[in-house]
């Protein structure tokens, strides 16, 4: 796909959208930016919409008109939009699945209608659940245990589903915990995103468990580089690919980690684990590597820094 294709990027004023839609302006993409700013911020994106260079579609994408709107003369579609917190699903489990899974659907469907040639979802390693096995990779039984990965799982069936049939070529991306510059803070945010918080306003960090539990922290500067990968590549159709940077790093390991950059010494205090919460879970990306070329580039300790 050339640098003269239109692509729409779903939730593309967010965190993880803003960064793809720098990446596709750079490359000479065609772009638009379909997005409720229920979560994400115009400020992302703003220099893109004054240069007139992005368009911007406000609305969601449970609305069939607005989604027909933003599908003109797409060549290709990114769905980042979603309800992305484990903790909020539990708490509200019928708007998390009208949202990401009736949602997913009915932007898939559209899709078809409107003969778009390439559709990547952006799914989650929380459908694996507690994996049978690590580092987990794609033949690993999924299992959510949460209505956030039940949702995205669903998701990742439509997606499927419709490429099966070559209805719609389509990707799928098992993110794992992505971070980087632009992601919010507020009751349901990521660890990282919390600590560095917690960190500036000389606050205690809140671990929940004993932190033992380990997790795959991927730099949202990696994430692009697959998307775009993605899109580009036929060989990436109808491929379920877990996007990671395929190391493990315990939650302890993180606090200390980030106490350690900030050059503070603050109290690491230990919470009751959150329901939805699995243990480990870090990525084997060998498929990846092999289908997009994919190799993640930017180191942990890097990240936070940069971060921090």
Same mark, same amino acid.
């Given at each position: 796909m050339s640098g003269s294709k239109k692509v729409l990027v779903t939730g593309g004023a967010g965190f993880i959208g803003s960064h793809l839609v720098d990446k596709l302006a750079a490359e000479g993409y065609g772009v638009r930016v379909l997005d409720n700013l229920s979560a994400g911020k115009l400020e992302n994106i703003s220099a893109y919409l004054k240069a007139g260079c992005v368009e911007f579609v406000k609305g969601d994408i449970c609305d069939s008109a607005v989604v027909a709107k933003s599908l003109e003369s797409v060549d290709a579609v990114v769905h980042f939009a979603a309800l992305t917190s484990v903790t909020f699903s539990v708490e509200h489990p019928d708007l998390t699945f009208n949202v990401n899974a009736a949602g997913t659907q009915n932007l898939v469907n559209a899709c078809v209608e409107n003969a778009v040639s390439k559709f990547v979802f952006a799914s989650s390693c929380a459908v694996y659940g507690d994996p049978e096995f690590l580092p987990v990779n794609e033949t690993c039984k999924p299992n959510p245990i949460s209505p956030y990965a039940e949702s995205k799982f669903l998701g990742e069936g439509y997606c499927l589903g419709v490429d099966k049939r070559q209805a719609l070529r389509s990707v799928v991306l098992?993110?794992?915990?992505?971070? &980087? +510059?632009?992601?919010?803070?507020?009751?349901?945010?990521? $660890?990282?995103?919390?600590?560095?918080?917690? $960190?500036?306003?000389?606050?205690?960090? $809140?671990?929940? &468990?004993?932190?033992?539990?380990?997790?795959?922290?991927?730099? $949202?500067?990696?994430?692009?580089?697959?998307?775009?990968?993605?899109?580009?590549?036929?060989?990436?159709?109808?491929?379920?690919?877990?996007?990671?940077?395929?190391? +493990?790093?315990?939650?302890?390991?993180?606090?200390?980690?980030?106490?350690?950059?900030?050059?503070?010494?603050?109290?690491?205090?230990?919470?009751?684990?959150?329901?939805?919460?699995?243990?480990?879970?870090?990525?084997?990306?060998?498929?990846?590597?092999?289908?997009?070329?994919?190799?993640p580039r930017v180191d942990l300790r890097y990240g936070l820094q940069a971060l921090v």
């Amino acid at each position: 796909m050339s640098g003269s294709k239109k692509v729409l990027v779903t939730g593309g004023a967010g965190f993880i959208g803003s960064h793809l839609v720098d990446k596709l302006a750079a490359e000479g993409y065609g772009v638009r930016v379909l997005d409720n700013l229920s979560a994400g911020k115009l400020e992302n994106i703003s220099a893109y919409l004054k240069a007139g260079c992005v368009e911007f579609v406000k609305g969601d994408i449970c609305d069939s008109a607005v989604v027909a709107k933003s599908l003109e003369s797409v060549d290709a579609v990114v769905h980042f939009a979603a309800l992305t917190s484990v903790t909020f699903s539990v708490e509200h489990p019928d708007l998390t699945f009208n949202v990401n899974a009736a949602g997913t659907q009915n932007l898939v469907n559209a899709c078809v209608e409107n003969a778009v040639s390439k559709f990547v979802f952006a799914s989650s390693c929380a459908v694996y659940g507690d994996p049978e096995f690590l580092p987990v990779n794609e033949t690993c039984k999924p299992n959510p245990i949460s209505p956030y990965a039940e949702s995205k799982f669903l998701g990742e069936g439509y997606c499927l589903g419709v490429d099966k049939r070559q209805a719609l070529r389509s990707v799928v991306l098992r993110f794992f915990n992505v971070y &980087g +510059p632009r992601q919010g803070l507020n009751d349901y945010s990521g $660890v990282i995103t919390r600590f560095i918080d917690r $960190v500036r306003q000389n606050k205690p960090l $809140v671990v929940y &468990g004993d932190g033992s539990q380990t997790r795959d922290f991927v730099s $949202v500067h990696d994430i692009v580089e697959a998307v775009l990968a993605s899109i580009r590549s036929v060989n990436a159709n109808g491929q379920v690919l877990n996007i990671g940077s395929g190391k +493990p790093t315990s939650i302890n390991e993180l606090a200390k980690t980030i106490l350690e950059l900030a050059h503070v010494e603050l109290e690491i205090r230990h919470e009751k684990i959150r329901a939805g919460d699995i243990k480990d879970s870090y990525a084997d990306i060998s498929k990846a590597k092999s289908v997009l070329g994919y190799k993640p580039r930017v180191d942990l300790r890097y990240g936070l820094q940069a971060l921090v």
